[in-house]
Every structure is written in C-alpha cells, then in structure tokens.
C-alpha cells in the first residue's frame, strides 16, 4: 500500500502505541484486500460493545489500546452494550455482567468514543451525508448508510472500526469504490409492503436466495412504491443478517438508484414467498410467547410515540422490553412517552437490546417484529419465535 508521510508516521509508532496497533490492522486489511491506499473516514461506528460477546480477551485488548494513548480523530459511537447502563437492575442483570461491562464502556470513553450504544447511529448525530467514506461496524446500520443515505463504508468488525477511529483512515477497497457500487442483480418484489416485519420477511428470503445461489449480488430492487425509516431498517437489519448484504439499491427510494441501470437479470419476489418467510420466523404459539420486544433495530421516536398511544391505560401481561438509543428515550421522557409505557409495565432496556443483553435460559419464547431479532433469538439463545406486526406484538404483551 502507499502510505503517505503522514501515514508512514502512525505506522512508525510516532504519534503513540495505540495509533501504531491500529495502523497495523489497517495495512493488513489493506493488503489483504488489495488496497492501493487508505482513505480519510469522517465517522465511525464501534460494535461488539457487550461483555457477553467481547469477554475477558476484548476487553484487555481495549484497555491496552485506552492505556497505549488512543484517542479518537474523527466522531466515533457505539453499538449496544449488554445492558442499560442506568438501569441494568431493574433488567434482571447479574451485578458481575455490569461491573465488567461498565469497564467495557469506560475503555471506550477514555478514548474519546462517545457511548451512544446504539445501533441506529443515523437516528442519533452520527448521520454520514451522501458519498461520506466512514468506517461502521454494525451491519444493519452498515447497510443502511450504504444503501440509504448513499454513504460509502464497508462491513467493518470491531477492532479494524476502532482503528479507523484512532487514525481517522480506511484502506480504499470494497464499497469505497465506484465499481463495487454497480447493481448486479435486479430484484423485482411482486407485493405491497406496509408493515416493518413484512420488510424484514422480505430482506429474510432475498438474503436466503442469495445465500442459496453462493453469490453476494448488488441488488436493484424494483416495486417498492413506498417505505419509511423505520421499514427500510428492519429491511437493512434482515438482510444483512440473512443474507450478509451491505448495500441495495431501490427505485425511487435510496439516492444512487436513479443514475444507475437495473440489470437485465431479474428475480422476482412473490407475495406468497414473503408471506411465507414471516410465517417461517413464528414457531411459538401465543400461549408460549414469555417475552416480547420492540426495537431491533432501536426504535425510533415514532415508533415509541405509537408505542405509547398503544399501551396507553392497559396493562401488559408479560416482560416486556422496549430498546433503543439513550436521547431517543430522552425526547419520550420529555413527551410523556415513558411515562404511558412504564405504567402498562413495559420496560425501556436503552442502551441495550433483547440479542447482546445476556438472557440466555431466562425465556422460552419471543414475540418481536423483527426478522433479524427472531434470528439470533433462536441462534444464540435458543428462545422460540413469533413474528407479527408492531401493533400486533403489542397486542401480545396484552394478552
Ligand atoms: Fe440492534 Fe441488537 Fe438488533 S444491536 S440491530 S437491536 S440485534
């Protein structure tokens, strides 16, 4: 790779130990991808912040890079951590979980990392403007940036995102680049889609056909008419879990789609089909469903002002969690939000979400809206699923 003086300088270990380490990863990666060189990154999103994933190991390797001088160059924020961090007990985490996640956090911090812990940076001041090279980690919001904001990043895991953030650089490879950008499949969705868990049942099969096919294709999908924030990151949440995808295009919705051509092969996605991948993610009864959770992705302030008028008066029956990022919490709190939620007996888990907390063996069965939640609540944890609307997992926690 060509490194520029200035380069060459953080690579020789001139401005610190950290900044040399994080160097090294980053011309590694470079070379392994065939990188002429490192681009400027102007954001950076960290994941793998919950003790429950990182263990002992991650977290001494943060606490050598926090002890080895590193500091953040450009504006850095976090993915979810394993708990709330204000709240923690009322969540039933263990004392021991929280004492090693609050070291966890505070690594981050003493390097400048700014603890968000969440994984909709974009809802919450870390939102890239189209054509921004940034180095982000979490693959929803990975695929989000990409593919709708038109802000260029590659799947980064976390020790390579934590070195672009102490050197504000990435090897230019992948995504960066105008060709890795070109659409090189056309899938044409045959259907009216309105609901977030209809968009997730969507990202579901598009991500298994592609996973079938052995191909990573660039998609330009047609026949979406409409789709809010809220749909499109259920939709980016699911297909970059089923599929590993980190960049779409959409007619008429995401910015790069109108310059671009839609490619002469076409897949074309049935009603029936996503009908019948959301029917697949629902293999509990209601009478088994023990727990139900919104907000995976996080929820966004709309979601949680439905929320409200939803359990306005009435009285859930089961643990139910509401996660998302802290200020978003902070503008329901100043609504009243949190006040109509909290008095049905839902509880906001902010900071944190219903996957990286550590709730293995505490429930049988989860009740969400999100395809990719219904995933890892059976891969990790090996909770039962059933996958509804918003409005009618809400309706669970009532019954
Ligand atoms: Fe976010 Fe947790 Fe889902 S990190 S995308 S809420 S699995």
Redesign the pocket.
Do not use: F, Q, R
């Given at each position: 790779m060509q490194l520029t003086p200035f380069e060459q300088e953080l690579l020789d270990g001139q401005h610190g130990q950290a900044t040399r380490k994080a160097m090294e990863i980053l011309t590694a990666l470079g070379t392994i991808y065939n990188a002429r060189r490192m681009v400027p990154v102007s954001s950076v999103q960290i994941s793998g912040v919950s003790y429950a994933n990182l263990s002992e190991a991650g977290l001494q390797f943060l606490s050598e890079m926090a002890d080895g001088g590193g500091k953040t160059r450009v504006l850095t924020t976090l993915?979810?951590a394993g708990m709330d961090i204000e709240n923690w007990q009322a969540l039933g985490i263990d004392p021991d979980f929280a004492r090693d996640q609050e070291r966890v956090l505070d690594a981050f911090a003493r390097m400048g990392v700014i603890t968000t812990c969440s994984?909709t940076p974009y809802l919450s001041g870390n939102l890239p403007h189209f054509g921004e090279h940034i180095a982000w980690a979490?693959s929803?919001a990975v695929c989000y940036a990409n593919s709708v904001l038109g802000a260029r990043t590659n799947r980064e895991g976390g020790p390579s995102a934590l070195a672009a953030a102490l050197t504000g650089l990435t090897p230019e490879y992948g995504f960066h680049l105008n060709e890795n950008r070109l659409p090189t499949l056309t899938v044409h969705v045959s259907a009216d889609l309105h609901e977030t868990h209809q968009f997730g049942a969507l990202g579901k099969i598009m991500g298994e056909k592609f996973e079938q096919s052995g191909i990573k294709p660039v998609p330009y999908i047609t026949g979406i008419r409409e789709a809010s924030v809220e749909s499109l990151k259920s939709f980016c949440?699911s297909l970059a879990t089923y599929g590993g995808n980190a960049l779409f295009h959409m007619q008429g919705i995401t910015p790069e789609a109108a310059a671009l051509r839609a490619p002469e092969e076409t897949l074309t996605i049935h009603s029936e089909e996503i009908d019948q991948a959301a029917q697949s993610l629902t293999i509990a009864s209601s009478e088994e469903v023990d727990f139900v959770s919104l907000?995976?992705?996080?929820l966004s302030i709309r979601e949680i002002a439905r929320l409200a008028e939803l359990l306005k008066g009435k009285h859930v029956t089961k643990e139910f969690w509401i996660?998302t990022a802290r200020p978003t919490k902070q503008t329901a709190d100043r609504m009243g939000y949190t006040k109509i939620i909290e008095e049905s007996g839902a509880k906001f888990a902010t900071d944190t979400?219903?996957?990286?907390a550590p709730i293995k063996g505490r429930f049988h069965a989860l009740a969400t809206d999100?395809a990719?939640?219904c995933y890892?609540a059976y891969a990790k944890n090996r909770f039962k699923t059933v996958l509804k609307s918003f409005d009618e997992v809400v309706l669970e926690a009532l019954k």
């Open positions: 993915n979810p994984c979490e929803s949440a907000g995976c992705p996080h996660t979400c219903c996957v990286v999100s990719k939640a890892y």
